[in-house]
């Protein structure tokens, strides 16, 4: 029998590498993303160069994979891009990179696996968003709202495909021990800002929580358990559980409470 197939995108480090890993283990066939791959193979991952902002790239890859297995059973969209900075000053250049990579690559990658999946008559695709996006978080407001267009998307695509039987959901991580860090954009800390005070400190502790975050194994056994779900629900969230409970709180909360109990955390 024909192993399923999966695409990882932003497979070479961090969650895309320990899913795909994993993914190898558990009988998969593999093929990750990197936008300039060190490796043909690895781990169990055969390695496809692609770029999420360049459509010709994401063509290539799609076609390489087809002419090797002549299907995608799986599509997971990890490849992404951290910012930080207060939104009065992050670059509008640095906000339109961050929605190519973490909004529209995601589409460019879906819209070219679609009709493969289609012809299958099924497939699933799996979109790797995040806590953030749940809620507008101070000095992460673009990531949040990259990831959390992501997820409203993810729920207007589910239904559109279901005729398909192409299934879709979002698995949502809060703070990982990855190199997100230091890959992330990082808007300056300009020395006469009236807000440098706050992002300094914020800065610090998002760093801190990276390093202090939960193994990239966690997020791995996860998409593992969804990818075997027959209907899988439209979003999971793996991280602590505040940061978890945060989320549930949001829809419970009247508004000014809930933003004051963020401010708080924040020490803003």
């Keep these: 029998m024909q192993k399923k197939v999966v695409l990882i995108t932003g497979a070479s ?3 895309g590498k320990a899913i795909g890993e994993y993914l190898h283990d558990k009988g998969y066939k593999v093929y990750g993303s990197s936008r300039n791959p060190k490796h043909k193979e690895l781990n169990g991952i055969h390695f496809v160069s692609l770029d999420v902002t360049k459509s010709e790239t994401i063509t290539a890859a799609v076609d390489f994979i087809m002419q090797k297995e002549n299907r995608i059973d799986f599509l997971i969209n990890n490849a992404g891009k951290g910012i930080t900075g207060a939104l009065e000053e992050t670059p509008e250049e640095e906000i339109r990179h961050n929605f190519e990579v973490n909004y529209l690559g995601v589409l460019r990658v879906i819209k070219a696996v679609l009709p493969i999946m289609r012809k299958q008559r099924s497939g699933m695709i799996i979109n790797i968003t995040s806590i953030a996006g749940y809620m ?33 959901t979002n698995v949502a991580p809060g703070d990982f021990a990855t190199n997100i860090a230091t890959g992330r954009y990082h808007t300056p800390v300009y020395e006469d800002s009236p807000y440098k005070e706050l ?15 939960l193994p990239p194994i966690r997020m791995a056994k996860k998409v593992y358990r969804v990818m075997r779900r027959k209907n899988p629900s439209i979003h999971y969230k793996v991280g602590e559980p505040l940061q978890k409970i945060s989320i549930a709180l949001k829809h419970i909360l009247p508004d000014k409470l809930y933003e004051r109990l963020l401010m708080n955390y924040y020490k803003l």
């Design 13 to 15: 480090s961090g969650i």
């Design 136 to 168: 507008g978080l101070p000095f992460r407001g673009i990531y949040s709202a990259t990831k959390g267009a992501l997820e409203l998307t993810t729920e207007a695509y589910r239904m559109e495909l279901k005729p398909f039987n192409i299934k879709m």
């Design 199 to 213: 992002y300094e400190r914020s800065l610090k502790e998002m760093d801190e929580g990276v390093a202090n975050g």
